[in-house]
């Protein structure tokens, strides 16, 4: 089944949470997705603030929540909640 737009936005902004500052390899494995749909969603969760690039080492890059993301998180899952209870 394929996965809207959202979903795959909220998929990263959860693996990212879950598993701290991450570099691209770990997201495209904890969200499930392939390099190709991730990268242009990270530079599209960046220019709106949710979040960041850090580098590290050489050329190392590692990808983060930031705090405005942890409250949209927050909405979506107790937005998920609700749903589920009128749902039955």
């Known amino acids: 089944m394929r996965r809207s ?7 990263i902004l959860e693996a990212l949470s879950y598993n701290g ?16 749909q991730i990268k242009p969603i990270i530079e599209d969760l960046i220019e709106n ?4 690039e850090k580098r590290f ?3 190392k890059i590692a990808y983060s929540v930031t705090p405005k993301a ?19």
Do not use: C, Q, W
């Open 21 to 36: 500052p991450s570099k691209i390899t770990r997201i495209t494995y904890t969200a499930k997705m392939n390099f190709g």
């Open 5 to 11: 737009k959202l979903e795959m936005y909220v998929s």
């Open 49 to 52: 603030n949710l979040v960041e």
């Open 70 to 88: 942890r409250t949209i998180l927050s909405y979506f899952n107790e937005l998920k909640e609700m749903l589920l209870i009128h749902k039955d």
């Open 57 to 59: 080492k050489k050329n």
